[in-house]
């Protein structure tokens, strides 16, 4: 089984970078038979996507993948250090996005067997 681990820094909104990650983190998660393990990073201005309550103006896209993704076990941490900076660290995430740490993602990095970035 193949390990991937996807990074996202893309901002949820203004281009299509972050929701391209998502779609195709969606559909390595949704493979039939060989899924791989997925993890999923959000860094720089892509951690506001973990908030809850948000709406994309685009039918929720952002939100509904992200959702699906935990609802499918896939690990999706936003960084610590730019969560601070955008002082979000402390606001109400989405079920299953969780505050994570450069060791973490060290850690993924180093047992990733391919890392995706957007």
Do not use: Y
Request: net charge neutral; glycine share 10%; aromatic share 2%.
């Amino acid at each position: 089984m193949q390990n991937i681990l996807v990074i996202i820094h893309a901002a949820p909104h203004g281009s299509e970078r972050c929701l391209s990650a998502l779609r195709l983190a969606s559909a390595l998660a949704g493979r039939e038979g060989g899924k791989p393990q997925l993890r999923l990073f959000m860094m720089s201005d892509a951690t506001v996507a973990g908030l809850a309550q948000q709406n994309d103006g685009a039918g929720n896209a952002i939100p509904t993948l992200l959702a699906q993704l935990a609802e499918a076990g896939v690990p999706i941490k936003l960084c610590r250090t730019c969560a601070l900076a955008r002082g979000i660290a402390e606001l109400a995430l989405l079920p299953g996005v969780e505050i994570g740490t450069l060791p973490e993602l060290a850690q993924w990095t180093l047992e990733a067997d391919k890392v995706i970035t957007f």
